[in-house]
């Protein structure tokens, strides 16, 4: 079955960097668009940045310039690194994919910008 596990949040200060992972499994991995939401408390759910099977990448406006969404197929894990981090950016980060017209979620990984 399609699994999604995130790791890689914790508590960073403002202006600092974190790397967060998504290890997939059950799925074509290489053949799959990846996404990152993330969630902030009181908050809609919203799309952080997305990469298709060839590479191609979105981005929130929010995060534009900031943070880089990237895939290594050979080891069915996509990533995000996070810079110039905001309290804004204090969130449950989510990974997601679409497999056979479901959405699948990993359970998130909680990032907390803060001095």
Known sequence: QVQLVESGG???QPGG???LSCAASGFTFS???MTWY???PGKERELVATITSLGNTQYADSVKGRF???RDNGKNT???QMNSLKPEDTAVYYCNTRNNLVD???KGTLVTVSS
């Open 10 to 12: 914790g508590l960073v």
């Open 78 to 80: 996509v990533y995000l």
């Open 17 to 19: 960097s974190l790397r």
């Open 38 to 40: 993330r969630q902030a």
């Open 68 to 70: 880089t969404i990237s």
């Open 104 to 106: 699948y979620w990993g």
């Open 31 to 33: 053949r799959s668009r």
